[in-house]
């Protein structure tokens, strides 16, 4: 092979889901997200059984050289997630979000600590009882890349779950933001495991503080002035190159001044995508700036599913870390109802979100390329090895298992609670 370019790696990540978003749409007709994932898994899966069957093959270690060229964490995280944020908050209804406020603010915080709490001391006690030990401070690592519902894989879900829209914007609102939290969380907690600081409460509140909170303010910064500028004209080609500066701009900004990027698209794509499309833009331009964003949406989603998908070569696939990654679904899922079934309880008499609530954040609680890119991220050790593997487990199983059955599931309790549609 030649020497792998950026336009290389993006060609060829653009033909393969196109072909393969071609073939399931002509076979298996699933949702994208879902089919895209299974046929990337698929075809790893059988350039690894091709090597083996043949001993002088080396397809699988060539593509793997190439899933390393790209760096699969580099690209989502500095590139792709800027994109993907802002996109998806465009399309969260403000109005809809203020009403579940409290339970979005509760679950984005609260839930994410006690989700990395619980994770990590179910993962440790399972490491232990299955003879494969993993130091508690690597456990909460695992907790904390692991417990942030992925937005991306979320929304792609809500666009197809009939939910009732406060509950919806809920949960899309939930993981816009958990997601920059649990990776500030992670920052800290890597930081520890790694030796590279001292716990001490001042250095963990203050790192939480200046990126989440300074990821908001730039947020708002940087989304208040591309709603300026946007109102005091009237020309879409324009319009639409300013909603692309407010991105590429904005997240560069975010990660020179070392605050949270996903935080700061989350909320310029709220201001954008609410005070924007209705105050700043004439009708021509609302229709080309909302289809330009639901296409840069459209493309890199199956472009990251695909991914998801093909990073099962990178893994160790050991059995040993297969059935702790099995394991390891039920530990998440049990943490997720803790994390969400707790607030839900103690929230009630402010806010009763009604009986889909809890099915839905629990099932509907996602995990996706953000946990894979994180745990691509960590040291190289023997560690990383199980940790990337078991996270792998748990993120197939959340896009492919519970994202094909959610809507199902929210049809199956509307059918038997009828009032539940007009919840919320």
Known sequence: MHELSPFDAAAFLIVMAAALGYLNYRTLRLPSTVGLTIMGTLASLLLVAYDHLVPTSTLSATFGRFLADLDFSKTLMDGMLSFLLFAGAMHVSWAHMRKGALPILVFSTVGVLLSTGLVGAGFYALSL????????TWCLVFGALISPTDPVSVMA???????????????????LFNDGIGVVVFT??????????????SFALGHFAREALGGAVLGLAVGGIGFAAMK????????????????MGGYSLAMATHVSGPVAMAIAGLIIGNAGIAHAMSDTTRDHVIKFWALIDEILNAVLFLLIGLEVIALDLEPGYMLVGLATVGIVLASRALAVGAPLLAMKRAIDMGPLAFPTLVWGGLRG???IALALSLPLADIRS??????YIV???????????IARLISAIQ?????????G
């Open 232 to 247: 005091s004209i009237d020309e879409y080609n324009i319009e639409v190159m300013i909603s692309l500066a407010v991105v």
């Open 129 to 136: 009882a299955v003879g494969i030990p993993v130091p508690l």
């Open 395 to 405: 993120v197939v199983f959340a896009v492919v298992i519970q994202g094909g059955t």
């Open 188 to 201: 800290i907690l890597i930081a520890l495991a790694t030796g590279t600081e001292e716990f001490t409460w």
């Open 157 to 175: 879900v809500m666009k197809r779950a009939a939910m009732p829209e406060t509950l919806q914007a809920t949960v899309a609102g939930e993981s």
């Open 386 to 391: 199980e940790l990337l593997a078991v996270t």
């Open 369 to 371: 390329g953000i946990s």
């Open 415 to 423: 059918s038997r609670e009828p009032r539940a549609a007009q919840a």
